[in-house]
């Protein structure tokens, strides 16, 4: 089963210095995904991770170290569906970005799940038909 790997998920991994024992879960998760190739990233989450960063050596070693892996390809549907997607949410009175919105046309166009931390893509799940990945070691 392949992933779609969140923003707030890689920023455990790559930001972090000293993680909490959830994080240590989603971390080590995160680590089995990409041992067995189930890892899927976005152009716009990629974006995301490399945002921020002040140091040039930091910058250049993370992006070498994402190019392990290929953006999924998005088409015209995508970034439709991403639109449509917002204006569901924000009908019903939930506000989001227009990155959770393209992960989440995304996740439904290749129908796969999406491994976030972030709790808005709970709200989104309310409207949207969204599938989320839930931790192995959660699901006992």
Not at 22 to 30: A, D, H, Y
Not at 93 to 116: E, K, R, V
Not at 122 to 139: A, F, T
């Amino acid at each position: 089963m392949q992933v779609l790997v969140d923003t707030s998920v890689w920023s455990i991994v790559f930001r972090k210095k000293k993680l909490s024992e959830i994080e240590q879960i989603v971390s080590m998760e995160l680590r089995q995904l990409i041992d067995t190739g189930a890892v899927e990233i976005i152009g716009a989450i990629r974006q995301e991770i490399l945002l921020g960063i002040t140091s040039n050596d930091i910058f250049l070693s993370l992006k070498i170290a994402m190019q392990k892996f290929k953006d999924l390809d998005l088409n015209t549907e995508i970034y439709e569906k991403a639109a449509e997607n917002y204006n569901i949410c924000r009908k019903n009175g939930i506000q989001g970005s227009h990155i959770d919105f393209l992960i989440c046309a995304t996740s439904t166009f290749y129908q796969i799940p999406i491994f976030t931390l972030d709790k808005d893509f709970d709200l989104y799940k309310r409207y949207l038909p969204i599938s989320l990945y839930i931790v192995k070691s959660s699901q006992n």
